[in-house]
C-alpha cells in the first residue's frame, strides 16, 4: 500500500483511566468475578507447562504515569511464551525500520493457526505476520548480532528494558521446548527454502525458544504494555526502549493478529490491542492509557487464558479501554466559545 504521508505530523488521541482508588476497585471486582471459573485446560503439548498450578490467576494494570495496581497472583513467575513476539517485534522495527520489516515480514492476519505451515505454503513462504510462528521466528532471524548468542543477549536485553528489571532465562522451560519443538524447527527450514532466512534456521529456532522461555511475572507485563502504551518510555523507570512510530506499528500488528485467527472476534468484543501466551498470560494496551495484563493457566481451545479474557473484558468495559468506543458530542449549542 503507498501512502505518502512522509514528514505529516502526527496528532495523538487519548484519553485517562478513572481516578486510582476507582481503578484498585475495579480491579479487585474483576478478580472476584473470573476467579470462580474454572472451565479450560493447562497446556499440555509443552511438558513442563503441564505441572502448573491451574488456580494461579493474577491481574496488574500499570498506568503511563507509573502507576502499577495488582491483585492476585500478580508476583508469580511464567515463561512469557508467544507474548514474547510482540516485543521483539518492536525491537526489530526499532533496528531495522518500519518498510524493511513491512516487507519481509508482514502485517496481514493467515486466518489460520498460529504453528500453520499451509499459510506459508499458500503464500510463497512470505510469514505474512510477525505473531505467528512463521513471521516469529523470521523476525528474530533479523535481531542485529553476528553470532546466536549476539541476537540472544540483544533480545533478553530488550525485552529487560521493557517491563523494567533483568529477566532471565527458564532454563527448565527452554529445555523441555527445545526437545519439542520440531514444527518450528520444521518452520525455519521451510523459510529457508523460500528464501527468507539470511541465518541458519535451526540457530534463528534456538533464539526464538530462549525468547519464549524468559520468565517474567503479570507486573512485568503490565509494564510492558504499558511502555507501548506510553510512546515507547517505560513509565516506571523512565527509559526510552523504542520511538513512538514503534509503538504504533506495534500495536497496528496487534490488533490486526494478536489472537491468530481470533483476533477479529477479540476486537468486537474487547477492542483493545493485545497478545496471549500459551502459559497462561495476556496483555493487553490501551494507547496512552495503560498496560493491564493477566495470569491464569486454564486455556480455551485456542490457547488463550480462559480467566484471562474474562478479567480483560470486564476491564476494558469499567476502565473505559476500547479503543474504538465513542459517545456523542455535546451539542452545539453547549460548546463553549
Not at 44 to 54: M, R
Not at 101 to 123: K, M, Y
Not at 150 to 173: C, I
Request: aromatic content about 6%.
Amino acid at each position: 500500500m503507498e501512502l505518502d504521508v512522509t514528514g505529516v505530523p502526527e496528532r495523538v488521541s487519548t484519553g485517562a483511566l478513572p481516578g486510582w482508588d476507582d481503578v484498585e476497585s475495579l480491579l479487585h471486582g474483576a478478580y472476584e468475578r473470573s476467579a470462580a471459573a474454572t472451565d479450560g485446560v493447562v497446556a499440555d503439548y509443552i511438558p513442563i507447562l503441564a505441572a502448573v498450578d491451574p488456580d494461579l490467576f493474577g491481574i496488574c494494570v500499570a498506568e503511563v504515569d507509573g502507576g502499577v495496581h495488582a491483585v492476585g497472583d500478580a508476583v508469580h513467575e511464567f515463561s512469557i511464551q508467544s507474548i514474547s513476539k510482540a516485543f521483539t517485534y518492536a525491537l526489530v522495527c526499532q533496528e531495522i525500520g518500519h518498510e524493511v520489516v513491512g516487507v519481509r515480514i508482514g502485517v496481514n492476519n493467515t486466518g489460520l493457526a498460529f504453528n500453520s505451515v499451509v499459510a506459508l505454503e499458500l503464500n510463497d513462504g512470505h510469514p505474512m505476520n510477525p505473531m505467528v510462528n512463521a513471521g516469529a521466528i523470521a523476525t528474530t532471524a533479523l535481531v542485529p548480532g553476528v553470532t546466536p548468542t549476539a541476537k540472544w543477549e540483544f533480545v533478553q536485553d530488550g525485552l529487560s528494558r521493557f517491563a523494567g528489571r533483568r529477566l532471565t532465562l527458564d532454563v527448565t522451560v527452554y529445555e523441555s521446548e527445545a526437545a519439542t519443538n520440531l514444527r518450528n524447527r520444521g518452520i525455519a527450514q521451510l523459510l529457508e527454502s523460500y528464501g527468507r532466512l539470511d541465518v541458519d534456521p535451526l540457530d534463528a529456532v534456538d533464539v526464538y525458544t530462549k525468547q519464549c522461555s524468559l520468565r517474567v511475572n503479570t507486573r512485568d507485563l503490565a509494564i510492558m504494555g504499558a511502555t507501548l502504551a506510553d510512546g515507547g518510555v517505560n513509565p516506571v523507570t523512565g527509559e526510552r526502549v523504542v520511538d513512538e512510530s514503534i509503538c504504533r506499528d506495534t500495536l497496528s500488528v496487534l490488533a490486526a493478529t494478536g489472537f491468530y485467527e481470533r483476533s477479529g472476534e477479540w476486537l468486537f468484543e474487547i477492542g483493545v490491542p493485545g497478545k496471549s501466551g500459551v502459559s497462561g498470560g495476556i496483555v493487553t494496551i490501551a494507547p496512552g492509557k495503560a498496560g493491564l495484563a493477566t495470569f491464569s493457566p486454564r486455556l480455551d481451545s485456542a490457547g488463550n487464558s480462559v480467566r484471562g479474557q474474562r478479567a480483560t473484558a470486564y476491564l476494558s468495559r469499567t476502565l473505559g479501554l476500547n479503543v474504538f468506543a465513542s459517545g456523542p458530542h455535546p451539542p452545539r449549542e453547549s460548546r463553549s466559545a
